[in-house]
C-alpha cells in the first residue's frame, strides 16, 4: 500500500491525517504530537518524525508505506517552504529565522515533501471537499481566526504566488472608515499596516481594537468579563471563528451572506460555504497537495 501523509504544524501542535490514493482519509478526527517549535528545527522536526510514526501506527499501516508528506505551516514564508528571515510569532526560537522547513523535512524523513502556508492548505481543502479533485473550478477562501488568511484556488491550483503572498487577504487595506463607519478608531495589525482586513475582522481585531472601543460605549455588557477571548475552547481549538459555538458560527456566516453585494445579479448567486473539517482542514489541504505531487512523479 502507498500512502500520503499530511503535516498541519501550528505553534504548540502538530496535525497528522494520512491519505490513500483513492483519496480516502485513514485517521477520522485529530491525531496531535506537542510541536515544542520554542526549542528550534531540530527539536521540532524529531517530533514531527515522532508524531509521523505514532499516526501510522494509530491508522494501521507500516511507516515505510508513505511514500510522499505534504507540509503546511503559518507564515510568513516563501511558496518553497523557507521560513521569514524575519522571524514570526509561530517560530520563536532564532534557528527558525530564514529555515528550509520544506527541505529540512525531506532530509529529515527521507522522503519528498511538497509545502503550503496554513491558510492555502486549508483552502485548498476546502475547494477539494466541495468540488473533488478534477475540477476546473475557482474558489476563494477566507480562512478567521487570531489571524485573517485566505486561498485563492485558481481552476484546481492553489495560487501561492511568488514570494509566498497568494491570497493574502488578511493584509490587504479596506476601506474601513466608509464601511465600517465606527469613529475614532485605529485598527493597527502586526503586519504593520492600519486598516487591512485583519486589523478589522478577526479574532485578534475584537479583543485589541473593536472590544476596547465599544465597550467603552456599553458599560457593564457581557463581553466585558470575558477576558481572554483566545480561551482554546472556545476559539482556537477547532480552528477559530466558524467554531466557537454553532449558534455564533450560523449568525458570521448570516452576517456575511446579508453583507454580500447583491446590485449585481452575477454576484448574487455565489454560495457561502463553511470550511468542512475545520480543525483537520490544514492537513487534509497539505495531503491534498503531497498527493498531486506524487501522482505526477509516479509516487503513487
Ligand atoms: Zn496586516
Given at each position: 500500500?502507498?500512502?500520503v501523509?499530511g503535516?498541519d504544524l501550528g505553534?504548540?501542535?502538530i496535525?497528522?491525517?494520512?491519505v490513500?490514493?483513492?483519496?480516502?482519509?485513514?485517521?477520522e478526527?485529530?491525531?496531535?504530537h506537542?510541536?515544542?517549535?520554542k526549542q528550534?528545527?531540530d527539536?521540532c522536526?524529531?517530533?514531527?518524525?515522532?508524531g509521523?510514526?505514532i499516526a501510522?501506527?494509530q491508522?494501521g499501516?507500516?511507516l515505510e508505506?508513505?511514500v510522499t508528506?505534504g507540509?503546511d505551516?503559518?507564515?510568513p514564508?516563501s511558496?518553497?517552504?523557507?521560513l521569514?528571515?524575519r522571524?514570526?510569532?509561530?517560530?520563536m526560537?532564532?534557528?527558525?529565522k530564514?529555515f528550509?522547513?520544506r527541505?529540512g523535512m525531506?532530509?529529515?524523513?527521507?522522503?519528498p515533501?511538497?509545502?503550503?502556508?496554513?491558510?492555502?492548505?486549508?483552502?485548498?481543502?476546502?475547494?477539494?471537499s466541495?468540488?473533488?479533485a478534477n475540477?476546473k473550478?475557482?474558489s476563494?477562501s477566507?480562512?478567521i481566526?487570531t489571524?485573517?488568511?485566505?486561498?485563492?484556488i485558481?481552476?484546481?491550483n492553489?495560487l501561492k504566488?511568488?514570494?509566498?503572498?497568494?491570497?493574502?487577504?488578511?493584509?490587504a487595506?479596506v476601506?474601513?472608515?466608509t464601511i465600517?463607519?465606527i469613529?475614532?478608531?485605529?485598527?493597527?495589525c502586526?503586519?504593520?499596516r492600519v486598516?487591512?482586513?485583519?486589523?478589522?475582522?478577526?479574532l485578534?481585531?475584537i479583543?485589541r481594537?473593536?472590544l476596547?472601543?465599544f465597550?467603552?460605549k456599553?458599560?457593564?455588557?457581557k463581553l466585558g468579563?470575558?477576558?481572554?477571548?483566545?480561551?482554546?475552547d472556545?476559539f482556537?481549538v477547532?480552528?477559530g471563528?466558524?467554531?466557537?459555538?454553532?449558534?455564533?458560527?450560523k449568525?458570521?456566516?448570516?452576517e456575511i451572506?446579508k453583507?454580500?453585494?447583491?446590485?449585481?445579479?452575477?454576484?448574487a448567486?455565489?454560495p457561502i460555504y463553511?470550511?468542512p473539517?475545520?480543525?483537520?482542514?490544514?492537513?487534509?489541504g497539505?495531503a491534498?497537495?503531497?498527493?498531486?505531487m506524487?501522482?505526477?512523479?509516479?509516487l503513487?
Amino acid at each position: 500500500m502507498r500512502i500520503v501523509a499530511g503535516v498541519d504544524l501550528g505553534g504548540t501542535a502538530i496535525n497528522y491525517t494520512l491519505v490513500n490514493k483513492d483519496e480516502q482519509f485513514l485517521i477520522e478526527g485529530l491525531c496531535e504530537h506537542p510541536a515544542l517549535t520554542k526549542q528550534g528545527p531540530d527539536v521540532c522536526l524529531q517530533q514531527i518524525e515522532d508524531g509521523l510514526a505514532i499516526a501510522a501506527k494509530q491508522a494501521g499501516v507500516e511507516l515505510e508505506d508513505i511514500v510522499t508528506v505534504g507540509l503546511d505551516t503559518p507564515g510568513p514564508a516563501s511558496s518553497a517552504g523557507v521560513l521569514s528571515a524575519r522571524g514570526s510569532t509561530n517560530f520563536m526560537h532564532e534557528e527558525w529565522k530564514g529555515f528550509d522547513i520544506r527541505a529540512g523535512m525531506a532530509y529529515k524523513l527521507g522522503r519528498p515533501v511538497t509545502y503550503l502556508n496554513d491558510a492555502n492548505a486549508g483552502a485548498l481543502w476546502g475547494h477539494f471537499s466541495i468540488f473533488g479533485a478534477n475540477s476546473k473550478a475557482t474558489s476563494i477562501s477566507i480562512v478567521i481566526g487570531t489571524g485573517t488568511g485566505g486561498g485563492v484556488i485558481l481552476e484546481g491550483n492553489v495560487l501561492k504566488g511568488r514570494v509566498g503572498f497568494g491570497g493574502e487577504l488578511g493584509h490587504a487595506l479596506v476601506p474601513y472608515q466608509t464601511i465600517a463607519r465606527i469613529e475614532g478608531i485605529v485598527p493597527q495589525c502586526n503586519c504593520g499596516r492600519v486598516g487591512d482586513l485583519e486589523s478589522l475582522a478577526s479574532l485578534t481585531a475584537i479583543e485589541r481594537t473593536l472590544l476596547p472601543y465599544f465597550l467603552k460605549k456599553y458599560p457593564g455588557h457581557k463581553l466585558g468579563k470575558e477576558s481572554d477571548l483566545h480561551h482554546p475552547d472556545a476559539f482556537i481549538v477547532g480552528g477559530g471563528v466558524l467554531e466557537a459555538s454553532a449558534e455564533f458560527g450560523k449568525w458570521f456566516l448570516d452576517e456575511i451572506k446579508k453583507g454580500m453585494p447583491t446590485q449585481r445579479e452575477e454576484q448574487a448567486g455565489i454560495p457561502i460555504y463553511s470550511m468542512p473539517n475545520g480543525d483537520t482542514a490544514g492537513a487534509r489541504g497539505a495531503a491534498i497537495e503531497a498527493l498531486t505531487m506524487a501522482r505526477q512523479t509516479g509516487l503513487i
